[in-house]
């Protein structure tokens, strides 16, 4: 059973995480700076970033933080993170893609995308694709996507993947399809890594039920009806009672950024539906196993990022 006390010295070793400001993103911070690691915690603002800190501290007084400003929902703001850290950072050993929304009322990106899709799968794919130097130059880098459950519940309608042409908005449903899309990314790029014949994995984890902040704070985001505020009042009282810690919630993750795993594994707590318990190998869905839809989103994401995996070309093209 994987615990904190299993964690490698990863002392010389850098490490970035989106979303490092709260829930699992800080608590993986928290572990990998505790290892030794150099940890870049992205977060929307200085100040968000300064509470983490303020709260790895006390613990860890001589931890490694640094600090880069990244909104996901701005491919500008996106692509002007990616190079700060490539100018600051030549290598790159661990990316744990774990920023996201969940259940947001009906919204649109700085990009004129659909919130949650634009933010948790288009935003880390341009990241990682933009971050893609710097993680091959370190070797054997490590590139994990924080997915969910919820992936089981996602469709993906190519037709109207950003729910423009649907009668009414399903956030419920556009969570779900931007959580299949997030498990899709992550074995596409393992598949790619290795026709590409690159040093480098693509792991992806979920948390179970963890009691964050991120079941409440979607829905009360402006714009929301009786139904995200009932939704909000519902999970805060649920998430003390079902949710793990985010301690627990986090060890996936961990486990799948610091863990000797084979690429293309995909890692959560192992009790009843995966909702808790022990860290090991979750169930995938048939629909993320599906290497033809699985490319298919890999070109509507270049096309709609503009961000390119120039180094897993080939001599005959992109890496199918």
């Known amino acids: ?150 992936h089981h519940r996602g469709e993906m309608d190519f037709d109207d993947l950003q729910q423009q042409q649907s009668d009414g908005y399903d956030t419920t449903a556009q969570y779900a399809r931007s959580k299949l899309a997030n498990l899709m990314f992550a074995l596409e790029l393992q598949r790619r890594f290795d026709a590409a014949g690159v040093d480098a994995r693509s792991v992806s984890a979920h948390p179970g039920y963890t009691a964050t902040n991120l079941q409440s704070a979607g829905v009360q985001l402006p714009g929301g009806g009786l139904f995200h505020k009932a939704a909000s009042i519902g999970m805060r009282l649920l998430n003390p009672i079902v949710g793990m810690s985010v301690e627990q919630g986090a060890l996936p993750q961990i486990h799948a950024a610091v863990s000797d795993v084979p690429g293309g594994s995909y890692w959560g707590p192992q009790g009843p539906g995966e909702m808790r318990g022990p860290v090991g190998s979750a169930k995938v869905n048939r629909k993320a196993r599906n290497e033809a839809d699985a490319a298919r989103l890999w070109d509507i994401s270049v096309d709609t990022t503009g961000v390119t995996y120039d180094a897993l070309e080939t001599s005959t093209g992109s890496v199918r």
């Open 1 to 150: 059973m994987f615990t904190l006390a299993d964690l490698p010295d990863l002392t010389g070793r850098t490490a970035v995480v989106t979303g490092a400001n709260s829930g699992l993103g800080l608590e993986t911070a928290r572990a990998l700076a505790g290892a030794g690691a150099t940890v870049v915690m992205t977060a929307r603002s200085k100040d968000k970033f300064d509470a983490a800190e303020a709260d790895i501290r006390p613990t860890n007084r001589t931890a490694d933080l640094r600090f880069v400003q990244l909104d996901l929902a701005s491919l500008d703001n996106v692509r002007t993170a990616a190079e700060v850290i490539r100018s600051e950072y030549p290598e790159v050993d661990i990316l744990v893609n774990n920023a996201g929304i969940m259940m947001t009322p009906e919204a649109t990106t700085a990009d004129g995308l659909e919130l949650q899709l634009g933010t948790n799968h288009f935003g880390h794919f341009a990241f990682t694709g933009l971050l893609l130097e710097p993680l091959l130059a370190a070797g054997d880098a490590r590139v994990v996507t924080v997915s969910s459950g919820m």
